[in-house]
Structures are given as structure tokens and as C-alpha cells.
């Protein structure tokens, strides 16, 4: 089983490996309130991660063992995750009352019901939600499954760099977890809301909807900040690092500002109404009371408030750590810059206090 819901009681790094970097945070818990132990982030070399696919095995390990060395932490054990796109889950109803390794058993020999690979291709797991609300004596089971590859390939990018993968988890769930720490950001009963969070990295835009803090829908789309390096490699005649590097650090000419990233910018809104009108014609809600940005784009300065301002939804950026303590190994002000990209990571290190 994948351990995608398994209970842990030890320190765990959340590691995000996305399409451009790899995202380490450690996170230590004090009564209700949390500290930031250690955080890196490490570039990745160009197209090692193709729209979450993990190509180039020994560059991603490469980048985990230089995160590590950057965040100065002793921990050897990990939570990583795979994209939803590559998991399937679902809902099934089981016999109530028995234990949960009679219940993996039973899953075992009628999953293939429910997934559409040979099993013994297959990575499972389940949690058990609860009583059904048809039928008493059963509980309702959620299953999840994706293709093993997916989680072996993680697992061996993280030994590369003399790790161990204690849970694999799916990046929507590790978002979703992320979200819980944001309700004094969000305010007005924060928890009860319905929360659109768009999460631009560097190739995927992924809208997820959360309504009373659980995720209702979510969609990807091919779109990202890479969209944005390539065009000033392409106007200013720099190298990848070079425009990598600028985006980030700026130094570029008067015309960037006007010429390049406010036309990004716009095409971002673009991005986000769109996915908006794709959850609103699923015809369950037709309104989100929040957007929340998340990934490495959400801090292009000024693009909450053009987001708020042509879709008419208030829109902040994710900051899941406004309410942590920080050892004195992280610098607040660079945490702060990086927290939009950095929920999954927050999300899977949340995983040590199950």
C-alpha cells in the first residue's frame, strides 16, 4: 500500500519536486502552533520534470542532495507527492466492522473493478471515511490508486540523495492540508468558505476548489511562469539562467514592465476566469468567495490586485506560514517571497503530525 494515508509520528521533510525546482521544508510543532525548521529551494535542470513526469532520475537526485545541503537539516525521511492528474480516487462502499488488513485484502481482489491498469502495475491505498449514509452496517471507503512507476521513480530520486520516501501523497490532498492554515488570512469563518486556489508553477495551472475546507474540483491546465522566461530569453537574447534569473532578481530593460510582463499578467487573468467558467458550468456553485495564489508566479508583484480587479473576487496570496515561529536559520523575508510556492512542501511536511 502507498502510504498515502498512513499515520506518522516521526519528523518528516516535505519535498515537492515540480517541473522547475525542488522544494524542501521541515516544520516542527510546539502545542497548536508550528515552526519552520529548514527550507531550500534548488533549481532543477531544464525539462528533468516534464509536466509532472520525473525524465532525468539522476538530476533530480542531484537537486535534492543540493536542497538538503542548502537547508542544513538532519532529517532522513520524507513525504513527496504525485500530481491528481496521475491518481485515481473513488468512493466505494465496504462491509462495516472489520478490520482494516481484512479490508485491504477485500480492496485487493475487487479493485480491479474500479481501476483501469493491470494491478500489479498499480500503487493502492485507502481510507476509511466513514459510516454510509444508505446503508448503515457498510462504511464509505476512498480509494486511491495511481500507477506504480509514479511512486517508484520518486522514491529513487529521493534514495539518490539518501532519503526515504515514508509517504507518497497527492499534491491536491497536501494543498488542501495547507489551505487549513490560512482561514486568519482568509478571515470572515475562513473555514467555511468556498476557496478557489490557483496554483501557477512553471507548466501547470492547477484550480482547486475547496468548500468547508475539503477539495470539491479540481482541474490543470498547461499554462505557467515558464511562458514568461521564454519570452524574455526570447526578447533580450539571454541564456535559460540568465532570464531565470532576471525574472526573479529583475535588472531588465524599461520596456520589460510594459512590454512583457504586464501582456503575462493579462494572460494569467485569462487563465484564471477561464478555469472559474470550467468550475462553474460543473453546475455546483456559480461563485467562490476567495482566490487564493499559490506556486512561484502568485509573486509577480501587483497581480492579486489585477486579479481581483477584472474578475471582481477579493484574491491574496498564500502565505501558510504568517502564523509560524522560524528558527533563526530561515530569513523571514525570503520564506515570505517563497511561501506562494511553496503549500505542497508545507502540506507534505504537515504529514509528520498525523
Known sequence: MLG????????????????SSVKLLELSRSGGRYRVEAYAVEPLPQNAVVE???????????AIAKVIAKARTNVKSAAVAVA??????????MEGGVSDDELENQLKI?????????????????EVLG??????????????ACRRENVEVREAALALADLSAKVVDVEAYALERACSLLDSQIGNGGHEQTV???DIGATMTTLSVLHKGRTIYSREQLFGGLQLTEEIQRRYGLSWEEAGLAKKKGGLP??????????????????VSR?????????????????????????IPGLDKLIQQKIGTRTLIANPFADMALSNKVNPGVLASDAPALMIACGLAMRSFD
Do not use: H, M, W
Open 4 to 19: 498515502l494515508f498512513s499515520k506518522k509520528a516521526q519528523s518528516l521533510l516535505g519535498i515537492d519536486i515540480s517541473s
Open 52 to 62: 509532472k513526469n520525473i525524465v532525468e532520475l539522476e538530476g533530480v537526485g542531484q
Open 84 to 93: 491528481g492528474s496521475a491518481v485515481i480516487t473513488k468512493v466505494i462502499e
Open 110 to 126: 475487487e479493485a480491479d473493478q474500479y481501476i483501469p491498469y493491470p494491478l500489479e502495475e498499480v500503487a493502492l491505498d485507502f
Open 131 to 144: 459510516p454510509s449514509a444508505r446503508n448503515p452496517g457498510r462504511v464509505e471507503v476512498l480509494l486511491a
Open 196 to 198: 478557489a486556489v490557483v
Open 254 to 271: 524599461d520596456d520589460y514592465q510594459s512590454e512583457v510582463l504586464q501582456p503575462f499578467k493579462e494572460a494569467v487573468v485569462q487563465q
Open 275 to 299: 478555469s472559474l467558467q470550467f468550475f462553474f458550468a460543473s453546475g455546483q456553485f456559480n461563485d467562490v468567495d476567495c482566490i487564493l495564489l499559490a506556486g512561484g508566479t502568485a509573486s
